[in-house]
């Protein structure tokens, strides 16, 4: 059974940067996708990657700004995070499922796990 679990939230500046991850355990075939949950918002799915991780997906709000990859050596799917702004702020959760990267990333449903969240704070 595929387990995910989240690391790296943290406390930043306007324009700054953070790094993501998700640790991946008891399965090598899922797609991993990363969700926000801004205060008083729906939970948005911002990146997603393949099993492979030969496709991805960005949501309009990251695109350019964020990057994600993985690492299937070390079971681990990152989120490069660059010049964040104060709407970055959030819950970022990561989840597992399998299928179509854009459905996952566009709908938010039918997850086989979805990790606890690490916060992220942007503020000046």
């Known amino acids: 059974q595929v387990h995910v679990a989240e690391s790296g939230g943290d406390l930043v500046q306007p324009g700054g940067s953070l790094r993501l991850a998700c640790s991946v355990s008891?399965?090598?075939?899922?797609?991993i996708g990363w969700f926000r949950q801004a205060p008083g918002q729906e939970r948005e799915g911002i990146s997603c990657i393949s099993s492979s991780g030969d496709t991805t997906y960005y949501s309009d709000s990251v695109k350019g700004r964020f990057t994600i990859s993985r690492d299937n050596a070390e079971n681990t799917v990152f989120l490069q995070m660059d010049d964040l702004k104060f709407e970055d702020t959030g819950i970022y959760y990561c989840a597992a499922r399998r299928g179509s990267v854009f459905t996952m990333c566009t709908r938010g449903t039918g997850m086989d796990i979805w990790g606890e969240g690490t916060q992220v704070t942007v503020s000046s």
């Open positions: 008891g399965s090598t075939n899922h797609n």
